[in-house]
């Protein structure tokens, strides 16, 4: 199991395995603040769960991708706190709110249809992946377009990029 979730990152890219992953983390939510029976929140537990569980791995790998080296480790770091941010909220609100936890899951329900609004718009294919990929200048565009750099730099990364492939091998 551990190696299923990078295999699905490595075929389909980051953004993409994003894409997917708010679907059962959004139905996983609707389940367990609509009609709710045990049956329903556990299966609703376990999507959001495993949902969750995806999200962080791959949304850790995307930042690690997209960022400059500079900033890297301080935005790995800062998505890391993010995500226990959110969680500590998320239980924050079903404490003060244990009359309406309900309500609760349906707040958090919208959080992964605004994420997969955000992605769609706003966040390009990984460069690494796509260089994975042989897709060159698809991933000189999304170096261009995360970075805002220029032709020139995005070509210099997508080098290091490359190298950093041909060392692995």
Same mark, same amino acid.
């Given at each position: 199991?551990?190696?299923?979730?990078? +295999?699905?990152?490595? @075929?389909?890219?980051?953004?993409?395995?994003?894409? @997917? &992953? =708010?679907?059962?983390?959004?139905i996983g939510w609707i389940l367990i603040s609509f009609?709710? +029976?045990?049956?329903?929140? !556990?299966?609703?537990?376990?999507?959001?769960?495993?949902? =969750?569980?995806?999200? *962080?791995?791959?949304?850790? @790998?995307? @930042?690690?991708?997209?960022?400059?080296?500079?900033?890297?480790?301080?935005?790995?770091?800062? /998505? +890391? &706190?993010?995500?226990?941010?959110?969680?500590?909220? #998320?239980?924050?609100?079903?404490?003060?709110?244990?009359?309406?936890?309900?309500?609760?899951? #349906?707040?958090c329900a919208i959080f992964p249809i605004i994420s997969?609004?955000?992605? /769609?718009?706003?966040?390009?294919?990984?460069?690494?992946?796509?260089?994975?990929?042989?897709?060159? +200048?698809?991933?000189?565009?999304?170096?261009?377009?995360?970075?805002? !750099?220029? =032709?020139?730099?995005?070509?210099?990364?997508?080098?290091?990029?490359?190298?950093?492939?041909?060392? *692995?091998?």
């Amino acid at each position: 199991m551990q190696n299923y979730p990078r +295999s699905l990152f490595l @075929v389909y890219g980051h953004r993409t395995a994003l894409l @997917v &992953i =708010t679907i059962p983390l959004t139905i996983g939510w609707i389940l367990i603040s609509f009609q709710p +029976s045990f049956e329903r929140v !556990c299966m609703g537990r376990f999507a959001t769960g495993i949902s =969750t569980g995806f999200a *962080s791995t791959s949304s850790t @790998v995307y @930042v690690a991708e997209m960022a400059d080296v500079t900033m890297r480790g301080f935005l790995i770091v800062g /998505s +890391s &706190i993010a995500i226990s941010v959110g969680i500590t909220i #998320v239980y924050s609100l079903g404490y003060l709110l244990q009359e309406n936890w309900q309500l609760v899951a #349906v707040i958090c329900a919208i959080f992964p249809i605004i994420s997969f609004i955000l992605i /769609s718009i706003f966040l390009p294919e990984s460069p690494v992946w796509l260089a994975g990929k042989k897709r060159f +200048s698809d991933a000189k565009k999304s170096l261009q377009r995360i970075r805002n !750099c220029s =032709t020139e730099e995005a070509e210099d990364a997508l080098e290091e990029i490359n190298q950093r492939f041909n060392s *692995s091998k």
